[in-house]
């Protein structure tokens, strides 16, 4: 469903056509159409606190500084800011994934050695386009393509725990300092895991039909997109993503506005705080059947963080909903003995228990 | 003609599903639609991203639902 820039077929079976080069005019009104939105979204996000600050107090005539009138503040300015930037942010990732797939990614580690092809697998999992119910077929394609076994892991653990929507959450709740923290983290476990689990020599601990089987190497050529098409592949991601996560960005607002308000301060410092050195790898364990995206947990992170939660312990908390999941473990056991399952968990929560310490020690 | 879609059985699946079956009811085409989910036979096509088509044997798109004027130009071949 394409209505604006219909992608052009791409025909892998046959000769690909090579798309038509774009004239220099062409090229031009992209790049102005590309600044005026950019400048007019610029223009209204640096419009948003003002805006919120009519809405809550001239329109609805709530009084600055008192507590309803702040929750409420925080709602209309938040709720927007995030919104806003989630549209950008997965726009421009749109973009920057149609310069990437499977197949490329496939075919760019599938020589590597490792600690490097860990450290390359972890990065490209940011960027190459993954659902994470194709994590099984994308396994199999890479192990039997003779990408090592530890490379593969690290791809898999960082494709969905370093994502654009927990890195604009976390962004715009809790500061850059915050997201960027979780992103070098994040991509430090997924190398040392997969690299971890590389080293423990597991390949039998694959289920036997995937070690037999043999697969024909089918040629999926690349596709060549022009650039309205990756404008196309921008804005489906958009109406994909935004469509879905829309309603959790809201209501874990909402959510964490009334935590501010009636759960009393360092309510959470006892259970969550740094003194409590148990709470790290009670979190994890919590964390593994409780199943969350991004949008839907980070919110909660926030309220957490606000009542007194030691930040290694939310973090920590955060990676294990996010990284481990429990159907995500019944989906794998279609290709993995039940030994391998349990040392990916206890390497990757081993991983994310040293993140929550090391931030609850130096913050 | 012969049409698998491929894919363990997300929404995303469906979807492609849904509109293979839409276009060849709108071209009024012969075809056989299979949705193959088990992951042997998914592998067994070389394909790796999912969800994919092949028709007759050949890999039309793979890693993304289609739209319906590509499945329907597939279809005229």
């Known amino acids: 469903m394409q209505p604006i820039t219909p992608i052009k077929m791409p025909n892998p079976a046959t000769t690909p056509q090579p798309a038509p080069p774009l004239t220099a005019w062409a090229k031009i009104k992209y790049l102005l159409t590309a600044l005026a939105g950019?400048?007019?979204?610029?223009?209204?996000?640096?419009?948003?606190?003002?805006?919120?600050?009519?809405?809550?107090?001239?329109?609805?005539?709530?009084?600055?500084?008192?507590h309803l009138g702040e929750a409420v503040l925080f709602f209309f300015y938040d709720t927007p800011k995030v919104l806003m930037l989630l549209t950008l942010i997965v726009f421009a990732v749109g973009i920057l994934r149609s310069f990437f797939t499977p197949e490329r990614t496939r075919k760019i580690l599938a020589g590597k050695r490792e600690s490097v092809g860990n450290v390359l697998a972890a990065l490209l999992g940011i960027v190459t386009p993954f659902c994470s119910c194709s994590a099984v077929p994308l396994f199999i394609g890479f192990v039997t393509a003779g990408v090592p076994l530890g490379v593969t892991f690290s791809f898999l653990i960082s494709a969905p725990m370093v994502n654009e929507i927990a890195l604009v959450?976390?962004?715009?709740?809790?500061?850059?300092?915050?997201?960027?923290?979780?992103?070098?983290?994040?991509?430090g476990v997924a190398i040392l895991a997969g690299w971890t689990i590389g080293r423990l020599q597991m390949e039998h601990y694959l289920e036997d039909w995937v070690?037999?089987?043999?697969?024909?190497?089918?040629?999926?050529?690349?596709?060549?997109?022009?650039?309205?098409?990756?404008?196309?592949?921008?804005?489906?991601?958009?109406?994909d993503i935004v469509g879905r996560v829309w309603i959790y960005v809201i209501a874990g607002i909402a959510v964490g506005g009334g935590i501010h308000g009636y759960v009393p301060e360092g309510f959470m410092a006892s259970i969550m705080g740094k003194e409590a050195w148990w709470?790290?790898?009670?979190?994890?364990?919590?964390?593994?059947?409780?199943?969350?995206?991004?949008?839907?947990?980070?919110?909660?992170?926030?309220?957490?963080?606000?009542?007194?939660?030691?930040?290694?312990?939310?973090?920590?908390?955060?990676?294990?909903v996010i990284a481990l999941s429990l159907?995500?473990?019944?989906?794998?056991?279609?290709?993995?003995?039940?030994?391998?399952?349990?040392?990916?968990?206890?390497?990757?929560?081993?991983?994310?228990?040293?993140?929550?310490?090391?931030?609850?020690?130096?913050? | 003609?012969?049409?698998?879609?491929?894919?363990?059985?997300?929404?995303?699946?469906?979807?492609?599903?849904?509109?293979?079956?839409?276009?060849?009811?709108?071209?009024?085409?012969?075809?056989?639609?299979?949705?193959?989910?088990?992951?042997?036979?998914?592998?067994?096509?070389?394909?790796?991203?999912?969800?994919?088509?092949?028709?007759?044997?050949?890999?039309?798109?793979?890693?993304?639902v289609p739209s319906k004027g590509e499945a329907l130009a597939w279809l005229k071949k």
Not at chain 1, 295 to 303: E, N, R, Y
């Open chain 1, 169 to 187: 959450l976390l962004y715009g709740l809790l500061g850059w300092k915050v997201a960027a923290i979780y992103m070098v983290t994040g991509l």
């Open chain 1, 38 to 66: 950019l400048g007019l979204w610029f223009a209204i996000y640096w419009q948003l606190h003002r805006l919120a600050e009519f809405l809550a107090f001239s329109l609805l005539g709530l009084k600055p500084g008192s």
């Open chain 1, 211 to 239: 070690r037999e089987l043999r697969v024909n190497d089918v040629d999926i050529p690349d596709e060549k997109l022009t650039w309205a098409e990756r404008f196309g592949h921008g804005k489906a991601a958009v109406r």
């Open chain 1, 327 to 363: 159907p995500e473990m019944v989906i794998l056991r279609n290709v993995l003995k039940p030994r391998l399952i349990a040392v990916f968990i206890g390497v990757v929560g081993v991983g994310i228990m040293l993140v929550g310490y090391l931030f609850n020690i130096i913050i």
């Open chain 1, 279 to 320: 709470s790290v790898p009670v979190a994890v364990l919590v964390g593994i059947p409780l199943y969350s995206n991004a949008a839907g947990i980070i919110p909660v992170v926030q309220a957490l963080l606000e009542k007194g939660a030691a930040l290694g312990t939310v973090l920590a908390f955060m990676m294990s």
């Open chain 2, 1 to 64: 003609m012969e049409i698998k879609v491929l894919g363990p059985g997300c929404a995303k699946c469906a979807e492609a599903e849904k509109i293979m079956r839409a276009a060849v009811e709108e071209a009024g085409a012969t075809a056989t639609i299979e949705k193959i989910s088990d992951f042997q036979q998914i592998a067994k096509h070389g394909v790796f991203s999912t969800p994919a088509v092949v028709i007759d044997g050949q890999i039309k798109c793979v890693g993304k």
